[in-house]
């Protein structure tokens, strides 16, 4: 059964770049959906609950509906308030300087977009971190 990931940035370019990450390291492996926006990516994690996303990346700077809050921060909060969502990893994917300490407040892992850039393997070592887990689903 192939796994579910959901990519969320606001940038195609991103989007793209992350889509073909996955298909050049884990071929089809995984299910992609994609979504521009941190009110679409939880509409689409809402519209999931009874077969969850087994995996989400996301973007810190989007819409700025959520201020004070950053969207992604807001979306990482509305995504742990649903049940079914409470095992699932979540990656932000920013090129925020404090990106660490975001993802260490909310339990979440991280991987900084300027550094993925030059070393696209940091990529796939995040994935392999998360492999363990994403096998038990």
């Known amino acids: 059964m192939l796994k579910k990931i959901l990519i969320v940035d606001d940038s195609k370019s991103w989007l793209v770049f992350h889509r073909e990450l996955i298909q050049e390291f884990f071929g089809e ?3 992609v959906s994609t979504a ?3 009110a679409e990516a939880i509409n689409l994690v809402r519209h999931n609950v ?3 996303f087994n995996i989400i990346l ?3 700077q989007m819409e700025d509906n959520y201020e004070p809050l ?5 979306l990482i909060k509305q995504i742990k308030s649903v049940k079914s ?3 699932v990893p979540v990656v932000i994917i920013s090129a925020m300087y404090n ?3 975001i993802a260490k407040q909310y339990n979440v892992e991280c991987i900084s977009k300027t550094i993925l850039v030059h070393n696209k393997l940091i990529f796939k070592f995040m994935f392999e971190k ?3 887990y994403l096998n038990k689903i």
């Open 85 to 87: 969502y409470d095992r």
């Open 29 to 31: 492996l995984f299910e």
């Open 70 to 74: 950053l969207a992604g921060e807001w």
């Open 50 to 52: 009874d077969n969850p």
């Open 130 to 132: 998360l492999m363990p």
């Open 99 to 101: 990106i660490e300490h």
């Open 58 to 60: 996301t973007d810190l």
């Open 36 to 38: 521009s926006s941190a």
